[in-house]
């Protein structure tokens, strides 16, 4: 079992309805949550981070975390065809080294529907 | 914004070769990871460092070498290339203390 799980997808939804993003992960000291899209052949770009229980929203994009459940979502609202890509859910746990390396889950594809 | 600078975008070598990838954090990120994607894959952490030490290590094979200089600027050397080596290779940056990392544009390894 991956440390970080997110359902590879496709998540197929029509343009200008909500995309729902979910990921969970195993290490109960994780400390902070990235979301990152990426399209093909492409790296990945920082959407999203979060780091307390709760929601943080960001023009179209609305992170969640609850951290009792092990569990990250990102929502986009208004999905538009360029949001098509895929979405990788990024975690850390910080350690003694100072530096936070990511933990990624294997991403969730989306398309949006024109 | 000034972002992370790779060299070369595109690589091809042969089986046995190697390589030498190098990357160029954000002005003021003093912390470099870097990481491999195989096809269809997710990123998967090689090594960091932080102010010109290695402070992590992943799944990076005996085979890779990798340090930071005194501008910050890291190299990752690549040798006795293996045809399953052949990734795209990322290099991200943050500042220390920041949790956030941003990533470079990759270079792509091809090894025949």
Known sequence: ?114 | AAGVIQSPRHLIKEKRETATLKCYPIPRHDTVYWYQQGPGQDPQFLISFYEKMQSDKGSIPDRFSAQQFSDYHSELNMSSLELGDSALYFCASSFQGRYEQYFGPGTRLTVT
């Open chain 1, 1 to 114: 079992q991956k440390e970080v799980e997110q359902n590879s997808g496709p998540l197929s939804v029509p343009e200008g309805a909500i995309a729902s993003l979910n990921c969970t992960y195993s290490d109960r000291v994780s400390q902070s949550f990235f979301w990152y899209r990426q399209y093909s052949g492409k790296s990945p770009e920082l959407i999203m981070s979060i780091y307390s229980n709760g929601d943080k929203e960001d023009g179209r994009f609305t992170a969640q975390l609850n951290k009792a459940s092990q569990y990250v979502s990102l929502l986009i609202r208004d999905s538009q065809p360029s949001d098509s890509a895929t979405y990788l859910c990024a975690v850390n746990k910080g350690d003694t080294s100072g530096t936070y390396k990511y933990i990624f889950g294997t991403g969730t594809r989306l398309k949006v529907l024109a």
